[in-house]
Nanobody, 119 residues
């Protein structure tokens, strides 16, 4: 089992910045990808950014150039730096971790943290 604990988030005006962090604990062997999803009420959860153990990154088109996802493999942490925030970035952000353990792919989620961007 893996536990994910998120920190950061909160409220900010449009154009501002926030930083989210997520720490993994428990059985952290075999981590493949760590990343962030977000969800607004009535809509599906969508990928924001992900990063593999090797450092390959993937971003949603809507956040490219504004968000930076980084990973500390030693500390089993991932951080999302969000700059030039827009009102449409308002959502609950979830940390996500994919693990391959004993031939089984497992998927873990954090508890979610609210990000609110106002005008």
């Amino acid at each position: 089992q893996v536990q994910l604990v998120e920190s950061g988030g909160g409220s900010v005006q449009a154009g501002g910045s926030l930083r989210l962090s997520c720490a993994a604990s428990g059985n952290t062997f075999g981590i493949i990808v760590m990343g962030w999803y977000r969800q607004v009420p009535g809509r599906q959860r969508e990928l924001v950014a992900s990063i593999t153990t090797g450092g390959s990154t993937n971003y949603a088109d809507s956040v490219k150039g504004r968000f930076t996802n980084s990973r500390d493999n030693t500390k089993k942490m991932v951080s999302l730096q969000m700059d030039s925030l827009k009102i449409e970035d308002t959502a609950v952000y979830y940390c996500n971790l994919d693990q391959l353990w004993l031939g089984t792919k497992c998927d873990y989620w954090g508890q979610g943290t609210q990000v609110t961007v106002s005008s």
